[in-house]
């Protein structure tokens, strides 16, 4: 199964933007999927993740203190696809976003596609 991210644009700061990951194939509803950077100082930032736990509900990993309040994380497992919702855009949010998953970007449990470049600038 193939992640691809899309979405990424030029921003002005205080906007949003929603990213978008998508499976090529069927993921278990119970396999974490989520959101990594990589900043302009080349600095690799977890953004967050989620899941069905066992009870059905999703399970939101935490986010980076970064994000907090200004990103959500959401998935629609029928589609296959995960979303990044980015409001209150910030320049030093700017850098490439990658769909992730544990051991991302070694496993290959998944096939990686290509970041989408975020650029919040005015």
């Known amino acids: 199964v193939q992640l691809q991210a899309s979405g990424g644009g030029l921003v002005q700061p205080g906007g949003s933007l929603t990213l978008s990951c998508t499976a090529s194939g069927s993921i278990p509803s119970t396999d974490v999927l989520g959101w990594t950077r990589q900043t302009l100082d080349n600095q690799r930032e977890l953004i967050g993740g989620i899941a069905k736990d066992g009870s059905g509900s999703d399970d939101i990993a935490p986010y980076a203190d970064s994000v907090k309040g200004r990103f959500t994380v959401s998935r629609d497992y029928a589609k296959n696809t995960i979303y990044l919702q980015m409001n209150n855009l910030k320049p030093e949010d700017t850098g490439v976003y990658y769909c992730?998953?544990?051991?991302?970007?070694?496993?290959?449990?998944?096939?990686w596609g290509r970041g989408t470049l975020v650029t919040v600038s005015s």
């Open positions: 992730w998953a544990p051991g991302w970007p070694t496993t290959d449990k998944y096939k």
